[in-house]
């Protein structure tokens, strides 16, 4: 059988094809700096104004946020979204690694072939259908067990609860690729020692895996605390400095919905007090992003 012979190229030039694909990823690159440029100048730009008369002391020590009265502490909008994403978190971070291990190292083929595609279905449910389910479903069944003078309607638990279900396939996903990339060499080596699949799941892969799984946990939380339509529909519509989950409380995403929809003056203080609550936002989110690079780059193995 004769082996047909191959032209190869080594002159180093690129082929038409080969540059338009280069410009257009180059131009790719390019749109997505442009945007995020434009979104920090624009959050920039509009919260100028509003730290003009609003100190950075006064922002984040001043436990009321009333802009009736002049009163623009962000505490109770922080803590509410502290509340709902410590919540979201504390339901998924390990819901989604335990499927994550079950997907990577237990299931059939056939079993993984069906939970994958629910977890897919999970993960493209709009958010609002989300904050429908934990306003109807959930909040009715809190107030079963806790008692309806406990729990209020509108309660960050409910909504941490719900938000948790959204977060679950991202964080499964995302640990299961990261389990998935673990050397089978290592798994073969553990089993070789006579170390059950236990053992060499939680021994050897996930520590392996530790990157990818911190980067996927970071992630997740940064999906909580951006979420709005949950919170909006399930959480509370007035800002509040409370720790009680069964209270109701206001998120900053939330108040931006809420107030954004209204009747407010171009140029107010109120307007550009949106655009602060914004900027917060992304320099959480922001710093979440850097956090989950070092670890990434900390904790990665590097496997020849």
């Known amino acids: ?3 047909q012979s191959k032209t190869v ?3 180093g030039k690129k082929r038409p094809g080969e540059a338009l694909i280069v410009i257009f990823l180059i131009f790719a690159a390019g749109v997505s700096i442009l945007t995020t440029v434009g979104i920090v100048f624009i959050l920039g730009k509009e919260s100028l104004p509003f730290f003009r008369e609003v100190s950075l002391m006064e922002f984040f020590t001043k436990p009321r946020w009333q802009p009736q ?3 623009f502490g962000i505490l109770p909008l922080f803590t509410a979204t502290f509340m709902t994403s410590l919540v979201a978190m504390i339901i998924a971070l390990p819901a989604g690694l335990a499927s994550a291990v079950y997907l990577s190292e237990y299931a059939p083929d056939k079993v993984r072939s069906v939970i994958k595609p629910v977890l897919e279905v999970l993960a493209g449910i709009p958010s609002v259908v989300y904050g429908f389910f934990a306003l109807q479903i959930v909040t009715p069944i809190l107030h079963n067990l806790f008692g309806s003078e406990r729990v209020d309607i509108y309660n960050t638990l409910s909504a ?12 499964s996903s995302m640990c299961e690729d990261a389990l998935s990339s673990v050397p089978k060499s290592l798994r073969e080596g553990a089993y070789a020692l006579g170390a059950t699949k236990l053992e060499v799941s939680t021994n050897i892969v996930i520590p392996a895996a530790l990157s990818g799984i911190s980067a996927a946990f970071i992630v997740g939380l940064s999906r909580a605390v951006g979420e709005t339509m949950i919170v909006a529909l399930a959480a509370g519509a007035g800002p509040a400095l409370t720790l009680n989950p069964f209270k109701a409380a206001e998120t900053m995403t939330g108040h931006i919905v809420r107030i954004s929809g209204g009747d407010l003056s171009y140029d107010s203080i109120d ?7 914004g900027l917060l936002l992304f320099v959480i989110t922001l ?3 850097i956090l989950s690079r070092r670890l990434v780059k900390k904790y990665q193995e590097v496997y020849e």
């Not at 719900?162 to 991202?170: Q, Y």
């Not at 307007?271 to 609550?277: E, K, T």
């Open 1 to 3: 059988m004769n082996a």
């Open 9 to 11: 190229d080594l002159s």
């Open 69 to 71: 009265i002049h009163d």
């Open 160 to 171: 941490g609860l719900v938000m948790g279900i959204l977060i679950l396939p991202l964080i």
């Open 271 to 277: 307007y550009n007090s949106l655009f602060a609550i």
């Open 287 to 289: 710093g979440l992003n």
